[in-house]
């Protein structure tokens, strides 16, 4: 069975940081991209952050540029997004998300930035 947990979401004050956490099993994450989505109420599912097989390389959205960081340990079975300099507009439940042949979602996390 494929599973993507995520963990690590929370309360952050406007400013703050967050460190999260998809902890994947059913099969070896070291040979598979793997990504990073959020979905604030009322929007589409946006695609923020995805990192390669070996973490070599990676990609942003242009609104978390500069103020994310993904990265993975394939030992873990595990990739992360760390989050700093949260605006309330990055709100939203995050999700990681592996492609063909796994294609699966994790259930999300929730990120509420609030004073």
């Known amino acids: 069975q494929i599973l993507l947990v995520e963990s690590g979401g929370g309360l952050v004050q406007p400013g703050g940081s967050l460190r999260l956490s998809c902890v994947v099993s059913g099969f070896n994450l070291r040979y598979y991209s793997i990504g990073w989505f959020r979905q604030a109420p009322g929007k589409e599912r946006e695609g923020i952050s995805c990192?390669?097989?070996?973490?070599?390389?990676?990609n942003y959205a242009d609104s978390v540029k500069d103020r994310f960081t993904i990265s993975r340990d394939n030992a873990k079975n595990t990739v992360y997004l760390q989050m700093n300099s949260l605006p309330p507009e990055d709100a939203a439940v995050f999700y990681c998300w592996i492609g063909p042949p796994w294609t699966s979602w994790g259930q999300g996390t929730q990120v509420t930035v609030s004073s």
């Open positions: 990192i390669s097989d070996t973490g070599g390389s990676s």
